[in-house]
């Protein structure tokens, strides 16, 4: 896991540039803290920064191969988890290797299968390959956007970075915030509309694209999507199709040369991760696989049961650790260094994000790793399998809206009324909405529930799924940590996308099919837990303290947030704790103490960023 930048022109030489990319470069030190590298050429600039988890000499990066007409050069992020099979198939067609990191299989893989090379990989990723013949340069990014690449294009350069900092240290770029960045930032927030950013002209390559730069221009193409089609598998034949394929995409994923654990909360998802991972140590003769979870002080003395957080995790933690071959740390976070880390959280991101529900993953990736490198996760099981309350509650579904943000007229009014008189929120995320609607491939077969869960499974994955991807990307390669989402296998995916709703929903459960074929391996009450989200702070001392910092900002009218935003109801926000904006400003938790703290979050993006506002 690591990070990249680069630049190329193709009617200029561009050499002279070094500063510019070591500059670029440098903004990415967390992302890969054990090493650099740059390439540079008369067209094209390319640097890397790497955090070493395969093959330590054989994976130095940029990485080239000679020959005799031109060179092929990487740089890449991510991990490729059906490297054993393509370096088998290009060893039967003449190629050899030096080491045996996945980079070295990537390079080949494309010289050999070209621009194709997306369609054979398995696994996440964004790579810049530069083909010094053709004077071409090809990117590409993972299946769901598991790992990030941003680009812009200036006077004929393509200015391409894994994180937008190292984009904003090209001369002349600008950070400049118009009317669709703000309504990205304040109507669509902490999500964005795939493919771009909320800074005018600066873009993604979206997930599942490839995007070829040369002499005429920069062309972009999708090369998968999920394809509806009718499931023909039988219940038992799903079944067992569904327990090969989580097997698969686990145990695939538990390569690495530097220490690996895993996440357990004690839910369903990190429990099946964690079974099988410990279940492959145990087989292979491996020492316990080590496993992590979070918990804040008193958080069990103050905690509060809700529909969205019905139990807490330690009594789970505690029973499934007593049924598997692992080795279990308790990450103990207090609420003064939670709320402190809202900057950091913010600087990773590059934007205000979900306030202590990103700081809180920062802090636990930044422990984990003084004795880790990788982390399997359970991330996106829930959007996979159907597990968010809005699959089933009708006002969510009923809502005509994106069912996690359906506070639309509360983010209207916190614009600052100048502001806000100019762009009208509802009206752009209305046109997001149904142009996502729009890619839905609905099927003659389909019941009318199926059809409606395929529209608000295509919203979740696309949409909230990508804000939660993000979110463990930049959190975690922010501690210079890797995490891995097998649940975001595309071929799980593929299959699961297509199983009818009734079967998933099995019993009327969230996640009911998933749970149905866990009873083989899990304990009962994990099985039948419900569903409870990624663990927030219920010490009431976070609340206070993330108060007193908001309090401190609005005290000075001078603040840059007042530009932005409308003082007086940050301010009654702040009189009522937050009740003042009566429903989540972001899916189950931003509520109260984690609004104000986004807010602050907003204030030290202005001061630290200075955004140029353009409406």
């Keep these: ?28 030190s967390k992302r890969g ?22 093959d330590p000499e054989g994976g130095k990066q940029p990485m080239i191969e000679k ?37 070295e299989v990537l390079l080949k893989s494309y010289i050999y299968y070209g621009k194709d090379v997306v369609n054979h990989l398995n696994g996440i990723f964004a790579f810049a390959i530069w083909n010094s013949q053709k004077q071409e340069l090809f990117l590409a990014r993972d299946h769901f956007g598991v790992k990030p690449l941003f680009y812009t294009i200036q006077n004929n350069t393509l200015i391409f970075a894994s ?30 509309t795939p493919g771009t ?24 193409q999708r090369y998968w999507k999920l394809t509806s089609k009718q499931h023909k598998d039988n219940s038992k034949e799903t079944c067992e199709k569904l327990k090969f394929l989580l097997n698969d995409a686990i145990t695939r994923q538990l390569v690495s040369d530097v220490p690996l654990c ?38 069990d003395k103050n905690f509060v049961k809700s529909d969205f957080q019905p139990n807490s995790d330690n009594y789970y933690i505690d029973l499934m650790n007593k049924n598997l071959h692992t080795k279990h740390h308790k990450i103990v976070i207090d609420t003064p260094e939670l709320a402190s880390y809202s900057e950091d959280a913010m600087i990773a991101r590059d934007m205000p994000g979900m306030a202590d529900i990103d700081s ?16 399997l996760t359970g991330e996106c099981a829930d959007e996979i399998f159907g597990g968010y309350p809005w699959f089933f509650r009708e006002d969510a579904l009923n809502s005509g809206t994106f069912p996690w943000s359906i506070a639309i007229n509360e983010r209207q009014k916190l614009l600052n009324p100048y502001i806000s008189e100019k762009i009208n929120l509802k009206e752009y995320i209305d046109l997001r909405y149904q142009e996502s609607l729009n890619e839905v491939d609905i099927l003659d077969t389909d019941s009318p529930e199926t059809a409606e869960k395929r529209k608000i499974s295509h919203l979740t994955l696309n949409w909230f799924m990508q804000t939660l991807l993000d979110r463990s990307d930049r959190m975690a390669m922010y501690s210079g940590f890797e995490l891995r989402v097998p649940f975001c296998d595309y071929r799980l995916a593929e299959y699961v996308w297509n199983i009818p709703w009734e079967w998933k929903a099995l019993n009327s459960r969230e996640k009911g099919l998933l749970r149905y074929i866990s009873k083989d391996f899990l304990p009962e009450e994990i099985v039948d837990r419900k569903k409870s989200p990624y663990p927030k702070t219920h010490n009431p001392t976070y609340l206070a303290k993330v108060k007193n910092m908001l309090n401190d900002i609005m005290k000075n009218k001078n603040a ?27 899916g189950q938790l931003m509520t109260g103490p984690q609004l104000m703290a986004y807010l602050c979050q907003v204030n030290m993006w202005l001061e630290k960023y200075q955004p140029k506002i353009e409406i």
């Design 163 to 192: 994180e937008l900092k190292a984009i904003f240290e090209y001369p002349g770029i600008s950070k400049t915030l118009d009317s669709q960045g703000l309504c990205e930032m304040f109507g669509i927030g902490p999500a964005h």
């Design 197 to 220: 950013t909320i800074f005018k002209d600066i873009f993604e390559i979206k997930p599942a694209h490839f995007a070829i730069f040369n002499s005429s221009g920069l062309h972009l």
């Design 1 to 28: 896991m690591c990070g990249f930048v680069g630049f190329a022109n193709l009617k200029e030489n561009i050499i002279q540039n070094r500063t510019v990319l070591e500059n670029m470069n440098q903004t990415l």
């Design 262 to 299: 895993t996440f357990l909360s004690g839910g369903l998802d990190s429990s099946i991760i964690t079974k099988f991972a410990a279940d492959y140590c145990q087989e292979q003769g491996l020492p316990p696989l080590d496993t992590y979870s979070i918990d804040y002080v008193d958080n």
């Design 360 to 375: 809180s993953l920062l802090l636990f990736c930044k422990n984990v790793k003084k004795e880790m490198t990788v982390s």
């Design 560 to 586: 840059p947030i007042n530009n932005l935003l409308n003082r007086e109801f940050i301010l009654d926000i702040l009189r009522t704790n937050g009740t003042a904006f009566t429903r989540p400003w972001f």
């Design 67 to 103: 020959y005799s007409y031109g060179n092929f050069v990487i740089c890449y992020n991510g991990q490729i988890y059906n490297t054993k099979e393509l370096r088998k198939e290009l060893e039967e067609n003449n190629f050899s290797f030096e080491g045996h990191c996945d980079t």
């Design 33 to 54: 803290p054990d090493e650099e590298g740059y390439y540079i050429e008369n067209h094209i600039s390319m640097a890397h920064k790497r955090l070493i988890v395969i």
